[in-house]
């Protein structure tokens, strides 16, 4: 284990898992950024990539995270809890966190005029639809000097311990995509592939600079999460109390193919969580 | 090539390729069915595994073949006339063709008291849903011996390069399963995985003797015509014409998905075809 991941683990005090906070350096380390740098991150949830980027940044930089959800969603701890935990931390001073919407925020006087990075990472698949995306991105535009974007890929590069957890997602983002069954619970809406997201960013203006894929960390929990969470007897019962006949196959037979897709990699399977694909836009 | 093989390509006069013809025998060899049996297939289509179950039960059998479609549907060939050249051919008097739903049949004069096997090939994944499948073996309970369900697994079995497929097959279901979008020409209706066809059957009263697997035959086409059409500019454009904001940008998605599964196995990608799922009832 890197001494980054060791000194990020203790700063979280038990918030976030060793493999979870190593993705997120993965992901730092690729966009290499500038010590002192100025970030938006948008859709913090608890934090979790919020404190990775604040010790990247060093003393002189800056990470104002927001997310519009309610501070009292979320267990064990509330997105309240943990965020107040960060900030209480030794380096709490580097965070602010801002129960807001994207629009509200660059509105308000909270908001710096231009910021370093704006960055989304693994908080696009929750939002409702690419619909949701596209006036966000355009909203950034002139409101950062660069935006970065990580997401999972819809591609398992091969590895097929990696097809239960793309399986399940998109078991969830059929279910989120019915209009009349948003379940704010789950952590995949929708899912919103890098040519979606690139065709989105093109016509709010920026300019691609560069596209990338990083592996998910060994032990990264994402895949047993997902997958675990579309084989629960509640999920099932969820799946039949909606929709047409029609639909509710669909929703069954993807379930089966979650179940089997895990099944085939053995008694205790080692599912691998997808890699991520990284977007970095001017 | 085995003798089977090129005797019944003989017989087809071009009406199905070598591979599609080995996959069908593969099935059969599977089943073991006794020569003189008489067999019901439900969802003949163009005759391909009427053909092959013929040939295979030898000249005291017969098989009598039904399929609900219009007799001109199908290009370039229509369903009657691929029939009527079956027909016309050396052991035409083997197979019979009837334009009917399978209840309307089994009421009619046309049909026999009781059949050696009531046989589903490559047709499950035709129905609308799996609620169409439903009555369809309680009718046919107390007038077959043996129930024989073949359709594809849910599983790539770990081979990455069924992977389009098995997207393919889910992009269409998911387009399918629009109670709105309803497109005959799509040869996946509904995904139905064995394990909704076990309990279906299981509902109607069958008792299930024997699960299988079969790979696919080398070559069989079947993934590279499905992952065409969904990859086919038209195929798009049709996504893209009913729905809402969210189904949409799902469709969209697991259209990318498809497509990025195929990039990754090369320019020139070798698509395998989905294993074959059997089921034998009695």
């Given amino acids: ?16 898992s060793e493999h979870q906070i190593q993705h997120r ?46 501070l009292d969603y979320g267990a064990p ?30 509105d308000s006087s909270a908001s710096e005029q ?7 990472v693994h908080s696009v698949w929750y939002l409702p639809s690419a619909d949701a995306l596209q006036p966000m991105l355009a909203a950034l ?8 974007i990580a997401e999972y890929s819809l591609d398992i590069c091969g590895d097929i311990a990696a097809l239960p957890h793309l399986l399940a997602a998109i078991s969830q983002a059929e279910f989120n995509s019915r209009s009349n069954a948003l379940d704010q619970d789950d952590n995949i809406q929708s899912i919103i592939s890098p040519q979606i997201i690139c065709a989105l960013a093109q016509k709010a203006g920026w300019e691609l600079q560069k596209e990338e894929v990083v592996e998910s960390a060994e032990g ?19 799946s039949e109390s909606t929709g047409d006949a029609a639909r509710q196959g669909f929703a069954n037979a993807l379930i089966d193919a979650v179940a089997q897709s895990a099944r085939v990699l053995g008694p205790s399977p080692k599912l691998r969580t997808l890699p991520t694909w990284l977007g970095k836009w001017v």
């Fill in 1 to 16: 284990m890197s001494p980054d991941v060791i000194n990020i683990a203790k700063l979280s005090d038990g918030g976030s």
């Fill in 220 to 238: 990264q929990e994402d895949a047993r999460w997902e997958v675990h969470r579309v084989l629960s007897e509640a999920y099932s019962l969820r």
């Fill in 114 to 120: 231009v910021y370093d990075y704006a960055i989304f």
């Fill in 25 to 70: 350096i993965d992901v730092l380390k690729k966009w290499n950024l500038l010590p002192g740098s100025k970030i938006l991150e948008i859709g913090c949830g608890q934090g979790d990539f919020t404190l990775v980027a604040a010790y990247m940044v060093g003393d002189q930089g800056h990470v104002t995270a927001i997310d519009p959800a309610p």
């Fill in 141 to 148: 535009h002139g409101r950062t000097k660069h935006l970065l």
């Fill in 77 to 106: 701890m509330t997105l309240g809890q943990a965020q107040d935990k960060l900030k209480q931390g030794q380096i709490g001073d580097r965070m602010t966190f801002y129960q807001s919407n994207l629009q509200e925020f660059l």
